[in-house]
């Protein structure tokens, strides 16, 4: 069972480093937003390819701005961090509990 507990434990770890890096992602997004970027800069055009498709339905979601501030960027950035906590942490609890960490 040792092996299902570090898989376990291994899909955690990568889940956690795939999400880190996406809010990263976000952030430097949100960021550059800010300073009205050149649309047609390649690193614009791919944080946009990476990030609409997760910010555009939450904020249809939402349905309201804070004047000129887009909180949408917020409530995908506290959703990451909330899987983080709760799904992440219960899959490594899961793979120890399997045998998994033990060399």
Excluded at 11 to 36: F, G, H, M, P, T
Aim: proline share 7%; hydrophobic share 55%; glycine share 8%.
């Amino acid at each position: 069972m040792f092996v299902l507990g570090n898989f376990l434990m291994g899909v955690a770890r990568v889940a956690d480093i795939l999400l880190e890096a996406y809010k990263w992602i976000i952030i430097i997004a949100s960021l550059i937003s800010w300073v009205n970027p050149d649309p047609y800069n390649p690193i614009v055009r791919f944080l946009r390819t990476v990030t609409e498709p997760v910010l555009r339905p939450v904020r249809r979601l939402i349905g309201f701005r804070l004047g000129p501030l887009d909180i949408s960027p917020l409530i995908v950035i506290l959703a990451i961090i909330l899987v983080q906590y709760v799904l992440i942490r219960s899959l490594i609890q899961i793979g120890y509990r399997f045998g998994g960490g033990y060399v």
